[in-house]
């Protein structure tokens, strides 16, 4: 069985006692956590060196999950974006083999089309067998021809909170991998998740992680809730 909890960032922002109080801000946290979701890739990239270095300070079985930049996603909306993805994929090698799922998070605005996400996906797998998890943020992504296709090219579609509509909330795709983004309900990034919402969770978790690799990643991070939660999480006894 296995479950990987983290947060988007290793910030230990209002949770900082509940960590070591030696080693850097990232050693603090993967001593308590197994995995994080890198999200300063999206914004910019990181020299390979760097990545060297910060998986050369977590223990052997911490995991980091990398979000692909959003100048694949959101500028070039996938198309024409070789050059770019070439460079991520050479940079994020830096983390060998404690590199875990590769994150592909879509607009808003950008809705399926069956061409152009099949063309994407044939370049991105001619490039790398990495794990990908892709979550899609249009309505129109979650409908049979969609899923399919991520399958066909071993792509997982994240299970999300809050949901676009009530099947964005189930994982989709490729069903070799489970990975939950949990963004804060009801207020994104800041509402922090129940004692309740927890203990469902980790049953879900439980279940799911039988026959799959299974993450599941908070991303309310405003206030720090994310890191209260994901430590949380962790300590509630799989059943």
């Not at 995991?63 to 050059?83: C, M, N, S, W, Y």
């Not at 969609?146 to 069903?175: C, F, I, N, T, Y």
Request: net charge negative.
């Amino acid at each position: 069985m296995t479950i990987r909890i983290g947060t988007a960032g290793w910030s230990l922002y209002r949770a900082g006692e509940a960590f070591p109080a030696e080693g850097t801000v990232l050693e603090r946290y993967a001593a308590r956590l197994n995995a994080v979701e890198i999200n300063t890739s999206f914004y910019r990239p990181h020299q390979r060196k760097t990545y060297e270095r910060w998986a050369a300070s977590t223990p052997e079985d911490f995991r980091f999950a990398v979000k692909v930049p959003q100048a694949i996603t959101h500028e070039r909306r996938l198309v024409g974006a070789d050059d770019l993805l070439a460079r991520f994929l050479e940079e994020t090698d830096g983390l060998g083999a404690k590199r875990g799922p590769l994150l592909i998070q879509l607009p808003p605005s950008l809705a399926f089309e069956a061409e152009r996400v099949g063309a994407f996906l044939a370049s991105w797998r001619d490039r790398t067998d990495a794990p990908t998890v892709l979550e899609p943020r249009h309505a129109s992504w979650f409908e049979d021809q969609a899923d399919d296709l991520l399958a066909a090219h071993h792509v997982a579609r994240v299970a999300a909170d809050p949901a676009v509509v009530p099947s964005a909330a189930e994982p989709g795709g490729w069903r070799k991998l489970i990975y939950h983004r949990l963004h804060g309900s009801p207020v994104m990034y800041a509402s922090a998740y129940e004692s309740e919402a927890l203990d469902a969770l980790t049953a879900r978790l439980s279940d799911e992680a039988k026959s799959v690799e299974t993450w599941c990643v908070f991303d309310n991070t405003r206030f720090g809730a994310a890191t209260w939660n994901a430590l949380a999480l962790r300590e509630i006894p799989l059943s």
